[in-house]
């Protein structure tokens, strides 16, 4: 067997683990260059960072892309699966990491934190105190949810149950939503929620979903809270909204360009809260992520298939290329 290959470092169990079956290489960087010149002749490789297509080019070796967590954005699928390379992911496993990450930001916004602690430690107890004068409560507000997979459902049930909240949402198969969650189309559920939630995946369809438009019909003063992925958000229209002070605020962990440039505006405004693509990530949940990983690639180190096979097309050519 070929060395497995991680675009980053794992945790200690996930690398114990991996250790134990074969020789793991961590990257140096996760940049494309990088990836592409130490990720030759790897046999499975850990998906931590985007992959680019030509990694799957003249890659005799190479079994597998696992990807370590659930959105498979960072996997160029169509050149994979034509290569004949498994891809799988590790779902549901941080969705309750992310809907705690939700709530933290959206109880923050609206407590106005990031201005009270602004002030208190410049200017004094009276100054942060002053702060709740324009506070409101997370009670007995609408939740908006786009997206109700795993992540969403996590978010709803805390929402719904833990707080009490009317929770709308829509979602790609309305007859999955969970009871107690109210489906709207996804001009009504904006132009309704106090607290819009983006958890839906990154695709062609949801790319640029919140344009201008659909943030013209936010309520005054509704928050946003991003933990999708960057470019499903259009950010020129965002910004403008924000300056513009037609919304409360917004809490971004995705961003279309990643590392977020220290210059970019969205770090000029006091009722943004702006965290570095973290939501999904606990000691906990790296724990699950990496060890979840690591055994899917163990299933292919042994000559099956990962359980989460997300291009079960590829079968076929795999089987040609790695025969029992």
Request: hydrophobic fraction near 50%; aromatic fraction near 4%; charge should be neutral.
């Amino acid at each position: 067997m070929s060395f497995i290959f991680s675009t980053h470092p794992l945790h200690p169990a996930a690398t114990a683990m991996l250790e134990a079956a074969g020789d793991l290489r961590v990257a140096s960087a996760p940049d494309p260059e990088t990836l592409l010149r130490e990720g030759r002749g790897a046999g499975i490789i850990v998906v931590r960072a985007p992959i680019p297509p030509a990694f799957f080019e003249d890659a005799p070796a190479l079994r597998a892309a696992i990807r370590h967590g659930a959105g498979l954005d960072m996997v160029p699928m169509e050149a994979a699966t034509r290569a004949g390379v498994l891809v799988a992911n590790v779902p549901a496993v941080n969705a309750s990491t992310v809907a705690e990450h939700v709530l933290l930001v959206t109880l923050a916004l609206l407590r106005r934190f990031r201005q009270m602690d602004r002030d208190l430690r410049q200017n004094g107890w009276a100054a942060g105190r002053a702060q709740s004068d324009a506070a409101v409560d997370l009670g007995g507000r609408t939740m908006g949810i786009v997206g109700m997979g795993n992540v969403g459902k996590a978010i709803f049930k805390i929402a719904k149950f833990g707080f009490g909240l009317e929770v709308v949402a829509t979602s790609r198969s309305p007859e999955n939503m969970p009871e107690g969650a109210r489906f709207l189309a996804i001009d009504e559920l904006v132009a309704s929620a106090d607290v819009l939630v983006l958890c839906c995946p990154l695709t062609p369809e949801t790319t640029g979903l919140l344009n201008a438009r659909r943030i013209g019909r936010m309520k005054p003063g509704a928050i946003l809270v991003n933990v999708s992925r960057g470019p499903v958000v259009d950010d020129a229209a965002l910004i403008e909204a924000l300056r513009d002070g037609r919304i409360g605020g917004a809490a971004l962990d995705v961003f279309a360009t990643q590392p977020l440039p220290l210059d970019h505006p969205y770090f000029g405004f006091a009722n943004v809260i702006v965290t570095p693509h973290l939501a999904g990530l606990t000691e906990e949940s790296m724990m699950r992520m990496g060890t979840g990983a690591a055994n899917e690639a163990l299933r292919v180190i042994k000559g099956d298939l990962p359980v989460n096979l997300r291009n079960p097309e590829v079968i076929d050519h795999y089987r040609r290329r790695f025969p029992a």
